[in-house]
């Protein structure tokens, strides 16, 4: 069996956050450039890069002049204040970061819904969407949409081709930054989706690089493993384990391709990256298909929109 394999390289784009028309139509272009070599009749998947939707919670119908001030850091202190002063008591709850996400996150998520939904039906693929911070949310007829986690999470939705939910991965390992940004790591278990393709692994960023986690991926039966990712680093600047090296070829030299070299049922990987600046952070990267050893398709630069593809042989792989 032949699958289309497509990884989105994403510049972020301010004006794409400031309202779910927006985000939709950023979302559904983006797809669309990544199915485009997809042959006609052959199972896709998607991967959108990690916090490619973060933007959401500052951006989405908040004033103009929030995407405007100089950090993060201020921007949430301001989105903040703004929702204290309809409902003060909230600030007795929990720490103000997290506070930020819980009050956020479930106005912004019937935006990313709409958005990744349509964009898994208009292209026919499995999409697994872009990830951003927050509590997990959950829906049901006598609480409708609902804050489900006390905790908060680096974590996505990926979605069939029908447009509906199949699983919603978070992150396990998190950096310095989504520590200080009170941020929870999960525990293992939403990181493995059974498909009608089989079985398939979503670990974020700093997740696929443990070896651990990889093991658990391929020990449950995934054929392809997705990592997206966002790094805060210059691609072809020293790398921040060792200033000796460069950033981008310790990533592709430890990247995906060696992590699925000898696997019992791993196969192939998608690594799409963000790229652009989202207040302080800049974010480099290029997006990757890879198989045991090889990389099938690597964006040329580090920056910049990209849509990587790669048609792949299952059956031929596994037999």
């Known amino acids: 069996m032949q699958v289309y394999l497509a990884a989105v390289q994403a510049q972020i784009e301010a004006e794409a956050y400031l309202s779910a028309e927006a985000f939709k139509e950023r979302t559904l272009a983006l797809t669309r450039q990544a199915v485009a070599a997809a042959p006609a009749g052959v199972p896709r998947v998607v991967a959108f890069p990690e916090v490619y939707a973060l933007p959401l919670l500052f951006w989405l119908n908040t004033p103009a002049t929030i995407k405007e001030v100089e950090s993060s850091l201020k921007a949430g202190l301001n989105l903040l204040a703004a929702e204290l002063r309809q409902n003060p008591a909230a600030l007795l709850k929990r720490p103000w970061p997290d506070l930020l996400y819980?009050?956020?996150?479930?106005?912004?998520?019937?935006?990313?819904?709409?958005?990744?939904?349509?964009?898994?039906?208009?292209?026919?693929?499995?999409?697994?969407?872009?990830?951003?911070?927050?509590?997990?949310?959950?829906?049901?007829?006598?609480?409708?949409?609902?804050?489900?986690?006390?905790?908060?999470?680096?974590?996505?939705?990926?979605?069939?081709?029908?447009?509906?939910?199949?699983?919603?991965?978070?992150?396990?390992?998190?950096?310095?930054?989504?520590?200080?940004?009170?941020?929870?790591?999960?525990?293992?278990?939403?990181q493995v989706l059974h498909t009608k393709l089989g079985k398939i692994g979503v670990l974020i960023c700093?997740?696929?690089?443990?070896?651990?986690?990889?093991?658990?991926?391929?020990?449950?039966?995934?054929?392809?493993?997705?990592?997206?990712?966002?790094?805060?680093?210059?691609?072809?600047?020293?790398?921040?384990?060792?200033?000796?090296?460069?950033?981008?070829?310790?990533?592709?030299?430890?990247?995906?391709?060696?992590?699925?070299?000898?696997?019992?049922n791993l196969l192939y990987g998608l690594n799409p990256m963000l790229n652009g600046d989202f207040y302080e952070l800049h974010f480099e990267g290029r997006s990757s298909v890879a198989a045991t050893g090889e990389y099938l398709a690597l964006a040329p630069e580090p920056l910049g929109d990209a849509a990587i593809g790669a048609v792949v042989e299952l059956a031929d792989a596994r037999g």
């Open 206 to 264: 700093l997740d696929a690089f443990h070896e651990s986690l990889v093991e658990r991926i391929d020990a449950a039966g995934s054929w392809l493993l997705v990592q997206p990712s966002a790094n805060a680093a210059a691609w072809n600047g020293p790398w921040s384990g060792d200033a000796s090296q460069v950033e981008g070829q310790v990533w592709l030299r430890e990247g995906l391709a060696k992590k699925l070299a000898g696997r019992e």
């Open 102 to 190: 819980h009050l956020r996150l479930p106005r912004v998520w019937p935006a990313y819904h709409e958005a990744f939904s349509s964009a898994a039906r208009d292209s026919g693929a499995y999409v697994i969407g872009g990830s951003f911070f927050g509590p997990l949310l959950d829906e049901e007829p006598a609480r409708a949409l609902h804050v489900a986690s006390r905790s908060s999470y680096n974590w996505l939705a990926v979605y069939s081709p029908r447009g509906r939910i199949l699983a919603r991965p978070t992150k396990i390992k998190l950096t310095g930054n989504e520590k200080h940004a009170f941020l929870s790591g999960a525990p293992f278990g939403s």
